[in-house]
């Protein structure tokens, strides 16, 4: 039984055991496994695994969050993905606003760089501001921004794409060069599959894509992932 089936099996008791959500959202949101049972996510804001190394404010489960529009349209990349016995796997959807403010809390605390050396060794905290990486508001907080990677169906392990997920610096640009013929053929078919089914990347950060035409795109909301 290869991992693409464990997954869906897992997601089915889930939510046949009778754990719906148990939370309003507002108006336009959706838990995205009610749309993509078998969905692979890691919420890494929800774990100790990420460059701040602590759980970050709002995320209080391991629940991923999308305006409807995002997750009906990620439903056709994953579909389409199967179909080359590859899946997707989710790092981060709607970002919470008190998520966004401990970054900036984080950020300013120049002593505290607990995992520098995984998630940004060539950058000086100081400038983590000026060079982009932290600001005082995140996409993410409209609902339809999302981080992910491709996974190998039947392992279920993500495809080398040259940097890990969230590094701070070149490496994690979409046109860097110095990367393997590999990881070069990875990146672009995550950015081929997901422009086609109309989500726009970020050219610094191969795994950040915005849905075109999102519903909310000036409102910023700050409910929690729960």
């Excluded at 701040?52 to 529009?69: Q, S």
């Excluded at 610096?169 to 422009?195: C, F, I, P, Y």
């Amino acid at each position: 039984m290869n991992y693409k089936t464990l997954l869906y099996i897992g997601s089915f008791l889930f939510l046949t055991l009778g754990f719906q959500q148990k939370h309003t959202l507002p108006d336009g949101f959706v838990y995205v496994k009610s749309v993509i049972p078998d969905l692979d996510v890691e919420l890494r804001y929800f774990s100790q695994n990420n460059f701040v190394g602590d759980t970050i404010d709002g995320y209080k489960a391991n629940r991923l969050i999308l305006t409807k529009e995002t997750a009906e349209k990620l439903k056709l990349v994953q579909n389409e993905l199967q179909s080359q016995n590859l899946c997707l796997k989710v790092y981060d959807g709607y970002r919470p606003q008190p998520a966004v403010n401990h970054f900036m809390r984080w950020a300013k605390d120049l002593n505290d760089t607990i995992n520098k050396q995984q998630f940004y060794p060539e950058v000086n905290k100081r400038n983590l501001f000026k060079a982009g990486y932290i600001a005082s508001r995140s996409g993410h907080s409209r609902g339809s921004t999302i981080d992910l990677t491709i996974t190998d169906g039947e392992t279920g392990e993500p495809l080398d794409m040259g940097s890990p997920y969230d590094f701070f610096g070149e490496s994690s640009w979409v046109a860097h060069d110095d990367l393997t013929e590999q990881q070069k053929k990875n990146r672009q078919l995550l950015q081929t599959v997901m422009l086609k089914h109309n989500f726009r990347n970020y050219p610094k950060e191969w795994w950040h894509f915005t849905l075109r035409w999102e519903p909310f795109p000036k409102t910023y909301f700050d409910f929690d992932v729960e």
